[in-house]
């Protein structure tokens, strides 16, 4: 079993639609939540990030953190034809420095006009 | 401020022969780390560095596979004796010492083709 588990899409959607995106993980030790977005053949950049439960709200992105399900969310209001790209959740544990991401495989959004 | 820059952005090495990859983090940051992205799968850690001392690398081949980060000038991922296997996008993320939440950037990314 994989320690995040992700849908790897395709997620096609309507311009102006709300966007669920979500991962799954095994490890109860994971303490902080990000999530990145991957334009093809580009670098992941950094979205958003999260540590333990609760939610966090930026702009047209909403990140939110279950625990207790081991289950964290993304999601995108008003979704454009620009955040067509591949989402990719990652988690760490708190060692109280830095430490190794564990991602999930990405899912893959097409905003259609 | 420029980012994390990798070079090459493409390498095409032959079966046999040495890849050679290279990290220059985010300016202040001083902790690297490598990553390896097949198709159609997320990334997976290979390494985590700080200057002149590796941190983790549990997720690192035992065999043909090397990483560094001197005092002076970037981070080198070296593969000896590639195979078709080894080819993969490399991806390579810095943080900053006083990170909060482990966030970590990444650069563009090395895209080795093993022929």
């Known amino acids: 079993q994989k320690e995040v588990e992700q849908d790897p899409g395709p997620l096609s959607v309507p311009e102006g639609a709300i966007v669920s995106l979500n991962c799954t993980y095994s490890?109860?030790?994971?303490?902080?939540f990000m999530w990145y977005r991957q334009y093809s053949r580009k670098g992941p950049e950094l979205l958003m990030y999260?540590?333990?439960?609760g939610n966090k709200e930026d702009g047209r992105f909403t990140a939110q953190v279950d625990k207790s399900s081991k289950y964290i969310s993304l999601f995108i209001r008003d979704s454009q034809p620009s955040d067509s790209a591949t989402y990719l959740c990652?988690?760490?544990?708190?060692?109280?420095?830095?430490?190794?991401?564990?991602f999930g495989t990405g899912t893959r959004l097409q905003v259609t006009l | 401020n420029a980012g994390v820059m990798q070079n090459p952005r493409h390498l095409v090495r032959r079966r046999g022969q040495e890849a050679r990859l290279r990290c220059s983090p985010m300016?202040?940051?001083?902790?690297v780390y490598w990553y390896r992205q097949l198709p159609e799968e997320g990334l997976k850690f290979m390494v985590y560095?700080?200057?002149?001392?590796?941190?983790?690398e549990s997720g690192m081949p035992k065999e043909r596979f090397s990483a560094e980060f001197p005092k002076e000038g970037p981070s080198i991922l070296r593969i000896q004796q590639v195979v078709r296997g080894d080819s993969a996008a490399y991806f390579c993320?810095?943080?900053?010492?006083?990170?909060?939440?482990?966030?970590?950037?990444f650069g563009p990314g090395t895209r080795l083709t093993v022929l």
């Open positions: 490890n109860s030790a994971f303490q902080y």
């Open positions: 560095l700080q200057k002149e001392n590796i941190i983790d």
């Open positions: 993320a810095s943080s900053h010492d006083r990170n909060t939440y482990n966030e970590q950037f």
């Open positions: 999260t540590y333990s439960s």
């Open positions: 300016k202040g940051h001083s902790h």
């Open positions: 990652a988690m760490s544990v708190n060692t109280g420095t830095a430490s190794k991401l564990t």
